[in-house]
């Protein structure tokens, strides 16, 4: 058995936050499919886990029981005491990471997420709310893009869980309608991200929630 579980499927931007943190860090780890379009997070069995019905879920397996954990950004925490990596040097970047990454969770992800279900997944493209949760996603790429002018990573001089958690869903510039010239220092951000050691893609490390032939368990 690994040391790690992730409940996770590949179309999700919060379950890739997960997955890419528990790769660079070098973590002994699996991805447990789950079937998101199949109806799997609203059954009994995963409410079990999850009570949120939601993804990502990490369990550490641990000699002494389960540590079973969710939601992307408490996930990237656990994870990053445990190997002491992408964490904060100090105080002052523990406030600032954690000002980031809730940030991240109520206007970036929140919004991009949303409307790339709507748009892409539901075909809703037309519908008044669609258009709105594109407007609110244009409007947090905005305050990103201006954040990033004169700067390498997203809290620190350092790259850290903010950034991995900044970045799920914005690696599909196509996908959430952003023009990636209309946004130079999110791109440029985006491939220091991708040159860290042991970067993957979504696809390269989660099995999808649609296609059954890729079910892991």
Known sequence: MTDFTLDCFLESGNAYKAALMLELCGADWAPRRVAFF?????SGEFRELNVMGEVPILTHHKA???IVLSQSGGIL???SREFDRFGPANEDERREILRWILW???KLSSYTA???FMNLFQKKTDD???QFMKARAVNAWKVL???MANRDFVATGHPTIADLSLCGYLFWPEQIGMDPHAYPNITAWLDRISALPGYKRPEDLMPSGIDPT???A
């Not at 199949?38 to 609203?42: K, M, N, P």
């Open 38 to 42: 199949a109806g799997q997070t609203r």
């Open 64 to 66: 002494d029981g389960d």
């Open 77 to 79: 925490d656990y994870v």
């Open 104 to 106: 991240d969770n109520h």
């Open 114 to 116: 949303t409307f790339r």
């Open 128 to 130: 008044p709310v669609t």
């Open 145 to 147: 893009e201006a954040h």
């Open 214 to 216: 890729t079910a892991t």
